[in-house]
């Protein structure tokens, strides 16, 4: 069983910044990879960045620039840092992890921007 555990959201204004985590727990030494997803139209979520065991990463074409993800291997534990952040990067934000092949989220952590 995989737990992941997401903090960081909140209200900020257009321009501003916010730092998501994701600290993951349980049987997590097959982990591989971590990203954080947000809603897109239809219910479906969307990837916003993702970052594999090794450090690589892949961002969506929308947050190129702004958003940067990383993750601290020790603690289990993935960041979001969001940048010039914009009214249209309001939603829920949800952590996947990889584990052995499966798929586990968190319950999501929401980020509302104001013009």
């Known amino acids: 069983q995989v737990e992941l555990v997401e903090s960081g959201g909140g209200l900020v204004q257009a321009g501003g910044s916010l730092r998501l985590s994701c600290a993951a727990s349980?049987?997590?030494?097959?982990?591989?990879?971590m990203a954080w997803y947000r809603q897109g139209p239809g219910n479906q979520r969307l990837m916003v960045a993702v970052i594999s065991r090794d450090g690589t990463t892949t961002y969506a074409d929308s947050v190129k620039g702004r958003f940067t993800i990383s993750n601290d291997n020790a603690k289990n534990t993935m960041y979001l840092q969001m940048n010039n952040l914009k009214p249209e990067d309001t939603n829920v934000y949800y952590c996947?992890?990889?584990?052995?092949?499966?798929?586990?989220w968190g319950q999501g952590t929401r980020v509302t921007v104001s013009s």
């Open positions: 996947k992890a990889i584990v052995a092949a499966y798929a586990y």
């Open positions: 349980g049987t997590i030494s097959r982990l591989s990879a």
